[in-house]
């Protein structure tokens, strides 16, 4: 022992000489992270998205909603961007003109910033999304596009800031586990709490909390990104809110001060939190998500290495067979004045196009963080046979988002779309898209994944 100390103290001597504390003298590369962030909540009274049948404007604020901002540098240089929002989803108007304003004012390449709607029910109307479901005044009309103006101005802003601070950082990731999510197509919602108490619940869910962890170069927290595959339908007043997505964020900055909590929702399309329909029960399922997060965070994570492998595409995903105009014609006359608006929209790209499109430009991306960890991020509202399926076949280390980039649709998976229904199909005609999707949709988005997957 003694040998071994005569050998050691002219080593620390030595490198404390060359000012190389010990704990600290290889260079060790390390992650650059630079977070932002903007309140977005209106500031006049305005639409809410998500349900069809509100029928006047907000009437107030719960829970204040916001766009966040985390940039990220490997070692190498490599730079992206998650932007997390409280809005119900953007079209792919709105989400291309905030990526391709980031590219310029930014530097950081557009499809290498993702954008992630928490898809709460008790956010504003953007843009053109869901476009078919709303029937407002032109006078209402305006104030939601001077939103959305002011919304990409938000986020723009919020996204140079999050590259100019930009500095050293480490990243570190787990999953945890909450398990208020219920899968709608199987179990009545009348039924959920007697079913969930005698174990009697149905069909797929997911109920993984992914989590990244980001801590400064001294080790000390700085940001929680997490996700959950839950719709956030909790809430359908007429007061803005995060729903439960919005509570867990707020959570867990009141418990760590100073740090930015961001929420990526997962593939929850047919996913509801039930029971519902109370202010008590969001907030009780935010707690508890937000607790899952903090269990996850003092276990043991997974530390990732400063790489960043970034992959995005976007593929036609082809509609099925297109309604001939005789049969818009027919629906323009129905009793449903949803099928008119989807109708004479329809009948409209006719006249203005001679033809209705055949397909949609779905975006999707692919990041491979410290070669460990893949994050994938799905354009639309995907249900959970996507997640499953993907973290069983891609296994350990997956991450499934989903609302990302534009929110054009329900994407169903080929069991889903065998079924039918809403998520099947139906909701096209809230959307504004002229039909299904084609039956082979499951299999195009996974291949479309593999490819982009570093192997």
């Given at each position: 022992m003694k040998h071994f100390r005569s050998l050691w103290i002219p080593l620390i001597l030595a490198l404390i000489e060359l000012g190389c504390p010990?704990?600290?003298?290889?260079?060790?590369?390390?992650?650059?992270a630079g977070l932002a962030r903007r309140n977005i909540t209106p500031t006049e009274p305005l639409w809410l998205s998500g349900y069809g049948s509100r029928d006047h404007t907000s009437e107030g604020t719960r829970l204040p909603l916001w766009g966040k901002v985390l940039a990220l540098e490997s070692a190498d240089g490599q730079r992206a961007m998650i932007i997390s929002l409280d809005v119900v989803g953007l079209d792919r108007e709105t989400a291309q003109q905030v990526?391709?304003?980031?590219?310029a004012k930014a530097g950081i390449q557009a499809d290498r910033i993702a954008i992630c709607s928490s898809h709460t029910h008790t956010g504003p109307v953007v843009g053109r999304n869901l476009d078919t479901m709303y029937f407002f005044s032109a006078e209402e009309g305006a104030k939601i596009k001077r939103y959305t103006h002011r919304l990409q101005e938000h986020l723009i802003q919020a996204g140079e800031e999050a590259?100019?601070?930009?500095?050293?950082?480490h990243l570190s990731w787990g999953v945890g586990w909450e398990n208020f999510g219920v899968n709608r197509r199987n179990n009545p919602e009348p039924l959920v709490r007697a079913h969930r108490a005698a174990g009697k619940l149905r069909g797929p869910v997911d109920y993984d909390v992914p989590i990244l962890r980001i801590t400064d170069a001294q080790d000390q927290l700085t940001a929680l990104i997490f996700g959950y595959a839950c719709h956030a339908t909790v809430l359908d007043d007429y007061l803005f809110s995060g729903d439960y997505p919005g509570f867990a964020q707020a959570e867990l900055e009141r418990r760590h001060p100073g740090v930015q909590a961001m929420f990526l929702a997962g593939c929850g399309a047919d996913i509801n939190p039930l029971p519902r329909r109370t202010p008590e029960l969001a907030e009780a399922y935010g707690r508890r998500l937000a607790e899952a997060v903090l269990r996850t965070t003092e276990g043991v994570l997974t530390r990732l290495p400063p790489q960043l492998e970034l992959g995005a595409?976007?593929?036609e995903l082809p509609y099925d067979t297109l309604p001939s105009r005789e049969s818009l014609e027919e629906k323009a006359k129905s009793?449903?004045?949803?099928?008119?608006?989807?109708a004479k929209k329809m009948l409209r790209e006719l006249d203005s196009r001679a033809a209705l499109p055949k397909s949609y430009p779905y975006p999707l991306s692919v990041w491979r963080l410290g070669g460990q960890l893949t994050w994938i991020a799905l354009g639309g509202e995907v249900v959970v046979d996507y997640s499953l399926r993907l973290k069983r076949e891609l296994g350990p280390g997956t991450w499934v988002s989903a609302y990302s980039h534009d929110v054009m649709a329900y994407i169903p998976s080929k069991r889903v779309w065998d079924e039918g229904g809403y998520e099947g199909g139906g909701a096209m005609i809230y959307y504004g898209l002229p039909t299904r999707w084609a039956g082979d949709a499951e299999e195009r988005i996974i291949e479309a994944v593999k490819k982009l997957t570093p192997r």
């Open positions: 010990p704990a600290r003298c290889s260079a060790e590369p390390v992650w650059k990526r391709q304003e980031l590219q590259v100019r601070n930009l500095t050293n950082a595409s976007e593929i009793a449903d004045k949803y099928v008119v608006a989807y």
